[in-house]
């Protein structure tokens, strides 16, 4: 190659399947010549890889795109993409909004990336082709860190009444277990200790493999049994697909890490059933015993909507006893934000104001309960994994079994180092410890 490598920005909103799908869309770009830059003025393409959750979430792209006119009037051959979510929901709405963009591409399209960017003209593509994308991508070669995403499964058929999700990813699938074998493998020579599962629904899991369909239990087993993979975690689960050997896989795996994402949303039976989430809060209190009984020290955390459609403040103090009864070590909370085309964008909302109120005592609680977990990991040994070198001389950080943020002061210490410490301190988002193994 003659010329200079192009170069690619790109931006990711939303969730870790989009962190997963920027990188395999950057490695995409990459055979055909592109080097990812963090300068968006020196790129020759911008991608925004965007997310359709929340409102706020979605007009991002609109506010982003608007901030990229006088660069793309400056220069006109600058490439501009949309992927993701909003791509899939609006498609080529897009486009008529903002003449800028010259590409429109779905969350199951990308691997038609590289032909989209060299095409003339304005082009979409929101299919959901019947070939596998990830069959039609390179192998996961260079390194990026001791730390990766894979998903091993897409799209969620649940269908909760608030949600975009079904619509944006479309129908649950699973990736065949020797292929996530496979781009496992590759990740591990390439350096990597830590592998996440991802998936909408990741819990579901049911891919092909050796014998009939595996679940998720059995693809965590078979991954541990990687050489060099020391730690596996998984996100996002639906407490209704939590199988039992799932749950055993948590006491008898010691790769599988103590900590778990249970999203419950709410604790209100009533708006449970009016978001469709086919379970009780008594139920979910009865798994949780039963996770815990597998893993004592596992760490719980969860995803909330106030002021869901009727939610009344009885239902919302349901929701605060149900936090009160399980004690998470982090929880995300959300106002609830209707979503064009869900079953619960028809009905009345809660006023604003209430809502905030709402958000704002859950948040509170949730904060108390992080805080109570940090403070209680002070004085015990754990175990981390160096992903960057701190901010301070001598300082590495990395993060625990439990997922919480732990610096180090360790000069000897080099990313992707997996040590055991001792916790000194509890910071509101991070842990302080000190080194004591080699
Ligand atoms: N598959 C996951 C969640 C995916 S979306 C699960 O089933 O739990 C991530 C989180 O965004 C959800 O857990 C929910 O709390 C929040 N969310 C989804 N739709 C929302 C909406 N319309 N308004 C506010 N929050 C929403
Ligand atoms: Fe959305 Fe999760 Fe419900 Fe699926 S299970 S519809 S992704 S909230
Ligand atoms: Fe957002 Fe799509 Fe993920 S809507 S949360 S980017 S699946």
Same mark, same amino acid.
């Given at each position: 190659m003659t010329d200079a490598a192009k170069k690619l920005f790109i931006k990711t909103y939303g969730c870790q399947m989009n962190v997963y799908d920027s990188e395999r869309m950057a490695e995409a770009m990459g055979a055909k010549g592109y080097v990812t830059t963090e300068v968006l003025e020196e790129a020759d393409m911008v991608l925004l890889n965007t997310c359709h959750i929340r409102e706020k979430a979605s007009e991002k792209l609109y506010s982003d795109l608007g901030r990229?006119?006088?660069?793309k009037q400056a220069r006109p051959d600058l490439?501009?993409?949309v992927a993701g979510c909003v791509a899939q929901a609006e498609g080529a709405e897009i486009l008529k909004r903002m003449p800028l963009v010259d590409l429109v591409v779905g969350p199951q399209a990308y691997h038609r990336l590289p032909e989209m960017a060299e095409a003339?003209?304005?082009?979409?593509?929101t299919d959901f082709p019947p070939e596998d994308k990830f069959e039609h991508l390179p192998a996961r070669k260079a390194y990026r860190g001791p730390t990766a995403f894979l998903t091993v499964q897409e799209g969620c058929d649940k269908f909760c009444a608030f949600c975009v999700v079904p619509y944006t990813r479309g129908a649950e699938v699973s990736r065949p277990a020797d292929?996530?074998?496979r781009e496992a493998r590759d990740l591990v020579e390439r350096g990597v200790r830590e592998i996440t599962l991802l998936g909408q629904n990741v819990n579901a899991y049911h891919g092909a493999g050796e014998g009939g369909d595996w679940g998720l239990g059995r693809l965590v087993r078979e991954l541990a049994a990687i050489d060099g993979l020391?730690?596996?975690?998984?996100t996002t689960s639906h407490p209704n697909d939590m199988a039992d050997d799932l749950i055993a896989a948590h006491a008898e795996v010691p790769e599988l890490m103590p900590y778990l994402h249970l999203p419950v949303q709410s604790g209100?039976?009533?708006?449970? =059933?009016?978001?469709?989430r086919k379970h009780t809060a008594e139920q979910y209190l009865r798994l949780v015993e039963r996770i815990r009984a597998a893993r004592p020290d596992i760490l719980?955390?969860?995803?909330?909507?106030?002021?869901?459609?009727?939610?009344?403040?009885?239902d919302f103090q349901d929701t605060m006893d149900l936090v009160r009864a399980v004690g998470y070590g982090a929880a995300f909370s959300f106002k609830y934000s209707a979503r064009p085309g869900t079953p619960a964008a028809e009905k009345t909302p809660v006023a604003a104001e209430v809502a905030d109120a709402r958000l704002q005592a859950l948040q509170a609680l949730i904060l108390d309960q992080q805080r109570a977990a940090q403070a209680a990991m002070v004085g015990r040994e754990?175990?981390?994994?160096?992903?960057?070198?701190?901010? =301070?001389p001598g300082q590495m950080v990395g993060k625990s079994d439990h997922l919480m943020a732990v610096h180090v002061e360790d000069p000897a210490g080099k990313v992707g180092d997996l040590v055991r410490v001792r916790v000194s301190a509890s910071a509101p988002n991070s842990l302080a410890a000190e080194r004591i193994s080699a």
């Open positions: 990229l006119k006088p660069l490439k501009v993409g003339k003209g304005q082009v979409v593509d292929r996530l074998l020391d730690r596996i975690r998984y209100s039976d009533r708006i449970l =059933k009016a978001m469709n719980l955390t969860s995803d909330f909507i106030v002021g869901f459609p009727g939610e009344t403040d009885r754990v175990q981390v994994l160096y992903e960057k070198a701190g901010r =301070k």
